[in-house]
């Protein structure tokens, strides 16, 4: 069993930066990849970003890349998100979820039924 647990969310203006943290319980963190899924009120959720097990490769949606950086630090079982210059549009509630694999499959990592735990979520507002 893996419990996720996410913080660091909070209301930014525009422009601003957040850092999102997810602790993963458990022994075998580290053995997995790991993604962060985001979902807007009144829309489907979606897939933000992607990192494989140590840390070396990672995958990000086009509509964050360059603005967003996934990390890990497999010692603390803990991963992040390092989000800057937000917008308005990425206002939602963000949720880290572990992978059933240990390696990014790009045609596979940013489908939810790739994942297999997901934490409670926490809410990211942007203000114009």
């Known amino acids: 069993q893996v419990q996720l647990v996410e913080s660091g969310g909070g209301l930014v203006q525009a422009g601003g930066s957040l850092r999102l943290s997810c602790a993963a319980s458990?022994?075998?963190?580290?053995?997995?990849?790991m993604g962060w899924f985001r979902q807007a009120p009144g829309k489907e959720r979606e897939f933000v970003a992607a990192?494989?097990?140590?840390?070396?490769?990672?995958y990000y949606a086009e509509s964050v890349k360059g603005r967003f950086t996934i990390s890990r630090d497999n010692a603390k079982n803990t991963v992040y998100l390092q989000m800057s210059s937000l917008k308005p549009e990425d206002t939602a509630v963000y949720y880290c979820?572990?992978?059933?694999?240990?390696?990014?499959?790009?045609?596979?990592?940013?489908?939810?039924?790739?994942?297999?735990?997901w934490g409670q979520g926490t809410q990211v507002t942007v203000s114009s």
């Open positions: 979820a572990k992978s059933r694999s240990p390696i990014i499959v790009v045609v596979a990592i940013t489908q939810g039924r790739e994942y297999d735990y």
């Open positions: 990192i494989n097990k140590s840390g070396s490769s990672t």
């Open positions: 458990g022994r075998t963190f580290s053995n997995y990849a």
